[in-house]
């Protein structure tokens, strides 16, 4: 279905700011992490995305507060666009952004993006920790330049996680605003290979 909002700014207008939460670390990083739909939206990719993170890279979380509200709070990655954001992805050379890209009918993860060497190491790494991943696949591609992940100077790559790979992440629900997600092995061996794959990159 298409996004009931084109942009942010009119989500933000339109809800009020108890509907949504931003998290948002500067730490100076040449690598930004991402996640545009966190929150209820994309349930999951708000721990995946601060894990990968961790204590260095920077990070941008747009969490959307209101279960009963999530798929209409979804702003499509070409238009998504936030003033705390912006300057973030200027200062950096490459991003990394994190999605749930629903039901597929197998526990696996699809890499979009333009920055080809990132992706290149993403997918060695993950496949290496037994993960199943699709690099070209015929949806999620994340080719657009207008795509959020693709506005810092080298690009960058988006992962496309299934369902299916998503509750094998956690024990219990995802995402919860209050409290802390309690996650498995499983996550925790995706966060270290996004994280060895950045780490190379830099």
């Known amino acids: 279905m298409p996004d009931k909002y084109q942009s942010v700014s009119a989500l933000k207008r339109d809800l009020g700011p108890g509907a949504y ?3 948002r670390l500067d730490r100076g990083s040449r690598i930004t992490v991402i996640a545009p739909h966190g929150g209820f939206i994309d349930p999951g990719s708000s721990a995946v995305a601060r894990a990968v993170a961790g204590r260095e890279h920077n990070l941008f979380d747009f969490q959307g507060l209101r279960e009963d509200l999530a798929a209409d709070m979804h702003v499509t990655a070409t238009r998504f666009r936030d003033p705390a954001l912006t300057p973030l992805l200027a ?3 490459a991003a990394v952004s994190v999605h749930w890209m629903g039901n597929q009918g197998a526990a ?3 890499l979009g993006g333009r920055n080809w060497r990132l992706k290149v190491l ?3 790494e ?3 920790a037994g993960f199943t991943v699709n690099a070209n696949g015929p949806r999620y591609r994340g080719e657009s330049p207008l795509n959020v992940v693709n506005l810092p100077r080298q690009q960058g790559v988006q992962l496309e996680i299934s369902e299916e790979l998503m509750c094998r992440l956690f024990r219990g629900k995802p995402f919860h605003p209050r409290l802390r997600a309690r996650t498995t092995v499983q996550f925790t ?3 270290k290979a996004v994280r060895t794959a950045i780490a190379s990159y830099s």
């Open 21 to 23: 939460r931003i998290r």
């Open 91 to 93: 200062a950096c050379e």
């Open 108 to 110: 696996m993860i699809w």
């Open 122 to 124: 993403v997918l060695k």
């Open 126 to 128: 993950l496949t290496a």
């Open 189 to 191: 061996r995706l966060v």
